[in-house]
């Protein structure tokens, strides 16, 4: 072999003389080329193999053309056609909004630019739109940083601030920090999240962070108390810190509130804090009239603004802007970069704003101030409806809620609960009124899309509705006839409202009157209230789930559906445990709480003894079977014992039978299902008829039944009590009349138009038929008409 493998080596040039070997060596090399030939392609394959079993699916083979991938991203967009749709919030895309999207293509285009041109077209750009931003919005020669991230903007003026006042923070970094720890004031009412978020940006613990009450006596309730704020300074000075930092708001995340931003600034100025100011207020500076509140605002450090709600752009930058001389610091915090894609941010802003224009600007944000104004002007003459505002004239955030008093309510229970009894009143009547008015929130929602109504909790008020066009008119395209019709929808629920919260004490009280229905007092429900059925086995101590109370309130829901009312039923685990209840949803003033509560209670009661007996008929029919068996092996005895024993014996039984049969009665039994007894079938064979038995228990009703009037549905008071009782009677006291007179007049019609009778002819009997030939023919006279005889057959 090794012979045979240097032969296959040798090169072609090198002669061999042994023909033999020559042709072995030709074979050879060709048999291992195929050899190899074979194995390298295997491996191959397995290669491709491995590889595209780690590789995704989309991205195996030679890729995918256009129209599939934007198909699925269709898909993914709007979600598969087997999913049910969700009412989500779809933004109004107007032209202004495409040429924000084509600024983020013309960005990647840029991008491509040799450097030169590139810094030329970026500084350009970020220039004109921080010179525009700040001659729109009042804030002479300021800076601005484009970011993403809302709160971001504010996180690098935290370390701008840092690096300000402490000059050693880039040599020493936080062993500075350590000495003299500084300290981020922060209202009461700011954004949730604010300060956990400022902390985890710069690394600083939660004790920097200052919460500032707001007003309890004097002012808003959702303004920071200043007072209180000087006080909270001067201590911190004395503990040994070092005030940085007070984030003011001109327009509260929640009711849209402006801070005594004046007065702050003057606070600030005293012990060199730096003034932060953000909301949703500050748009209004581009307007002609600015309020004083919230013109201050321009003599702060630096602000938030957010043009792409504000003016219904998509995938618009957050803009801060803030004052600042020295640029060292302000690149060393982040608030410059020399990036060329970092100045690009401001791409989509820049065309954005070209298109509009100072007009388009302004007629976008004066047009949501007109639509807050016009929902507050309307509401007010809403009854039941307290609206919370700040500024009448120039609040552009509305908050709304119901409120209604109940007559056995006290008005001034709401501000100071005196009494050691009033504090549970008032909060489960504040409950109450929270979850109307969440149930009427998610219906405005639903009916007014458009109108961008959020429902939210506030701490002293409860749950409201807000309505801030200036963060969802541009966006959605909310018009003045959306709010008039948010106000008409407000309009047709109240009398719903007010009827629902003045029957439930009555449905409370109707419900502990019934026995057998326990009230359970649910605060997160809007409806009349949640009754459950308490059955024989109930452990009204568990709270645990309870099979058979699960069942019959399952039966309950069906039949209380089944009766097709105004009413909504729904069945679920009771508030404080696992029970099932009936919760029964919000009602209309027509509704006869007694009549639902005893329905209830019947229904619920049936459903119990109906499932008590489907149980217990297996045992019965058991033992009825056993009983039977006893009492037929009986009858067999006697039966015996009565013919005597020589019938039974067969040739002379028969002849005996035959000379002098038995007389002998049919005996049978029956089985009653509802009574669970044995009874005889005697009185079926003498009067062939099958007999009632024991007659089977009346299902339960309820005293106070009524009769329901033609289309009248279930649950519901007549619309005028007795009169409309006495007309109804009335009316068909005289459609009685009328058919008594149609049945007499066509009798007398047929006797008139009889033949006469024979002189000859004998006279018709007198006597009146008897027993049931008289009611026959009585019945047979009152249902038709006589028919005489033709004279033929007389």
Not at 95 to 113: D, K, M, R, W
Not at 139 to 158: D, P, Q, S, T, V
Not at 250 to 279: F, N, S
Not at 765 to 777: K, S
């Amino acid at each position: 072999m090794l012979i045979v493998a240097e032969l296959g080596r040798l090169s072609p040039e090198v002669p061999i003389a042994d023909p033999t070997l020559a042709e072995m060596g030709k074979n050879l090399k060709e048999a291992m080329k195929m050899l190899e030939d074979s194995q390298r392609r295997t491996e191959e394959e397995n290669g491709k193999k491995l590889l595209s079993g780690d590789i995704p699916g989309p991205l195996q083979g030679s890729g995918q053309d256009m129209v599939s991938i934007l198909q699925l991203v269709q898909n993914l967009m709007h979600g598969d056609e087997d999913e049910e749709p969700q009412s989500t919030r779809i933004q109004n895309i107007g032209e202004q909004g495409h040429i924000s999207l084509l600024g983020h293509s013309l960005g990647a285009y840029i991008s491509t630019l040799d450097k030169e041109k590139l810094r030329k077209l970026t500084t350009r750009i970020l220039s004109d739109t921080t010179l525009w931003l700040c001659r729109i919005f009042r804030y002479e020669n300021g800076c601005a940083y484009f970011h993403e991230e809302e709160r971001e903007g504010l996180a690098k003026i935290c370390r701008l601030a840092i690096h300000s006042r402490y000059e050693d923070f880039v040599v020493d970094g936080f062993n500075v920090l350590y000495n003299r720890k500084p300290v981020i004031y922060l209202s009461a009412a700011a954004r949730p999240g604010l300060g956990q978020y400022l902390c985890n940006q710069l690394g600083l613990p939660f004790p920097c962070l200052c919460r500032v009450p707001c007003n309890t006596v004097f002012g808003s309730q959702h303004q920071m108390d200043v007072a209180f704020l000087e006080k909270l300074i001067k201590d911190d000075i004395e503990r040994g810190k070092l005030p940085l930092l007070l984030v003011a708001n001109a327009g509260t995340a929640a009711v849209g509130h402006t801070d005594k931003i004046g007065r702050l600034k003057e606070l600030c100025e005293q012990y060199g804090i730096w003034l932060h100011v953000e909301g949703v207020n500050l748009a209004t500076l581009a307007l002609g009239y600015v309020s004083s509140s919230v013109l201050a605002a321009t003599k702060c450090d630096s602000m938030v603004l957010t043009p792409g709600p504000w003016l219904g752009l998509p995938a618009v930058p957050a803009v801060t802007l803030y004052k600042h001389d020295d640029p060292a610091l302000t690149l060393v915090s982040g608030l410059t970069s020399n990036k060329p894609a970092d100045k690009l941010r401001a791409l989509p802003l820049w065309l954005s704003l070209q298109y509009l224009g100072l007009d388009g600007i302004v007629e976008r944000i004066k047009h949501a101030c007109q639509l807050s104004q016009r929902l507050q002007e309307s509401l007010k003459k809403v009854n039941h409806i307290k609206i919370l505002v700040e500024d009448e004239l120039s609040s552009p955030v509305v908050v709304f809620r119901f409120f209604q008093e109940l007559p056995g309510s006290d008005p001034g229970l709401n501000a100071t609960p005196a009494p050691s009894t009033a504090p549970s009143a008032v909060g489960r009547e504040r409950h109450s009124c929270d979850a109307l008015n969440r149930w009427l929130g998610e219906q405005l929602k639903q009916l007014v899309p458009v109108s961008g109504l959020t429902v939210m909790d506030l701490e002293v008020e409860g749950t409201c509705m807000r309505f801030s066009p200036l963060m969802t008119a541009a966006v959605l395209g909310t018009r003045g006839e959306d709010v008039d019709q948010l106000v008409a929808c407000v309009q047709s629920k109240l009398p719903v409202l007010t009827c629902t919260l003045q029957l439930r004490e009555e449905f409370k009280q109707e419900v502990m009157a019934t026995a057998g229905l326990l009230y359970v007092d649910d605060p997160n429900w809007p409806g009349i209230g949640v009754v459950r059925y308490e059955h024989a086995n109930d452990d009204k101590s568990s709270l645990k789930l309870d099979p058979e109370g699960e069942k019959i309130h399952a039966g309950l829901l069906k039949k209380l559906n089944e009766l097709e009312s105004d009413l909504t039923f729904k069945m679920g685990p009771e508030y404080k445990s696992m029970k099932s209840c009936i919760y029964i949803g919000m009602a209309s003033d027509d509704i006869d709480v007694s009549e639902l509560v005893e329905t209830i209670a019947v229904t619920a009661r049936e459903i119990e003894e109906n499932s008590r007996l489907l149980e217990n008929m297996t045992e019965v029919v058991r033992k009825g079977i056993q009983e039977a068996q006893v009492q037929l092996q009986k009858a067999n005895e006697e039966r015996l014992l009565e013919e005597g024993v020589l019938r039974q014996i067969p040739v002379v039984g028969s002849v005996l039978n035959w000379f002098s049969p038995v007389q002998a009665s049919q005996k049978g039994r029956t089985f009653n299902l509802t009574a669970g007894s044995l009874e005889s079938t005697e009185h079926t064979y003498v009067y062939k008829v099958q007999g009632s038995g024991v007659t089977p228990p009346q299902t339960p009703t309820g005293t106070r039944t009524k009769q329901r009037l033609p289309g009248q549905k279930p649950f519901k008071r007549s619309l005028r009590g007795s009169d409309a009782i006495s007309e109804t009677s009335s009316v068909s006291h005289i459609e009685d009349l009328e058919k008594t007179e149609q049945l007499s007049g066509g009798q007398e019609a047929s006797e008139a138009n009889s033949p006469e009778r024979h002189p000859g002819a004998p006279a018709p009997p007198e006597a009146e038929p008897p027993g049931a030939l008289q009611d026959g023919a009585q019945g047979l006279q009152g249902d038709h008409p006589q028919v005489e005889e033709p004279e033929s057959l007389r």
